[in-house]
Each structure stands twice: as structure tokens, then as C-alpha cells.
């Protein structure tokens, strides 16, 4: 397991490296003892990775959790892996920390073009909201599988809106 510190973060994420490109790294991210889902991060903002040494990848074993096949993602740009989000992710969580420190946009993609993917997105009442576009150039990472997002999809489901 590996603990990366970000140019963004005051913290950092842990996970296990489960895809790389030049550009991304794939993790299976662990939070609180347990795995949370996939975590698609630039390596350009990765300013240190340790390995972990305390007693989690331990308790993982111990609790027979075991790191789940990985995504099969295009890790080469923002687009491509959000052009490849496996139908079983029917939510994505991005983020453009340097434009928007702190703050995560969930939604389905609609619709991706050279510069932009747009989502429709669900807010934190799981409520359908507004189709908003992003600039692909500035997503700093992209959240897939976590429990957050399963759980606004759960509640949100039934009147998601038809993907075109």
C-alpha cells in the first residue's frame, strides 16, 4: 500500500497502485480500514509516495478483503478515462482543485468533446440537478465505485435522467 501526498491535499490518500500511465495513476483507495473504490489521480500534482508500513495492509488480509479487479480504464488523459467508465460506475466524482479547492462534482457524463465533459449531476440530497460542463485540462482527479457516490445513486436512481 502507498500513501500519496498532493500539491492540494493537507493530507494524503492511500491505496494500493493499480494502473499507471505517463500522465494518471490508478488506486484502489483505502479509507478507514477498508477499500472505498478507484481513484484516478495526475501525476503531475504527486509531490511524494511512501509505503505504507502500519498495520492496515495487515487487517485488510485479516478481514479477507482482497483489492478487486481493476476498471479497465484508459488511464491516457481525462477523457479517455472518463470515456471508458465501466457501466457499472453509473456515478463519477471529479475534481478541479486548482480551480475549485475543496469542492467535488458527481454526475453522469453526457456527453465529452475535445475540451470539456459535461455532467449531469446529483447533488448531496440526491436530487437531479443542472447539466454542467467542466474543462478537461483542469479535472486534478476522477472518483469511481466509492461509497459516497453509490449511495446517491441508490437514492437517486429511479429518476435519473435517460442517457442519450
Known amino acids: ?47 511524494s509516495v511512501e509505503s ?10 485479516r ?6 479487479p481493476q476498471p479497465a480504464l484508459d488511464l491516457t488523459s481525462a477523457s479517455s478515462i472518463l470515456k471508458t467508465l ?8 471529479i475534481e478541479l482543485e486548482k480551480l475549485w479547492p475543496g469542492t467535488c462534482y458527481i454526475g453522469q457524463v453526457k456527453k465529452i468533446d ?3 465533459v459535461q455532467l449531469t449531476e446529483i447533488d448531496a440530497d440526491a436530487l437531479w440537478e443542472r447539466v454542467e460542463a467542466y474543462p478537461l485540462k483542469e479535472i486534478t482527479q476522477i472518483t469511481l465505485g466509492d461509497d459516497y457516490s453509490a449511495g446517491l445513486w441508490e437514492m437517486g436512481a429511479e429518476s435519473a435522467p435517460k442517457k442519450l
Open 86 to 93: 465501466p457501466p457499472d460506475f453509473p456515478l463519477v466524482n
Open 114 to 116: 475535445r475540451s470539456t
Open 1 to 47: 500500500m502507498s500513501q500519496l501526498r498532493r500539491t492540494f491535499d493537507a493530507w494524503h490518500t492511500d491505496g494500493f497502485v493499480v494502473g499507471l500511465s505517463e500522465k494518471w495513476v490508478l488506486l484502489h483507495e483505502v479509507y478507514n480500514c477498508r477499500f472505498t473504490g478507484w481513484k484516478a489521480l495526475r501525476l503531475a500534482d504527486i509531490t
Open 52 to 61: 505504507e508500513t502500519s498495520f492496515v495492509p495487515r487487517l485488510l488480509a
Open 63 to 68: 478481514r479477507g478483503h482482497t483489492l478487486q
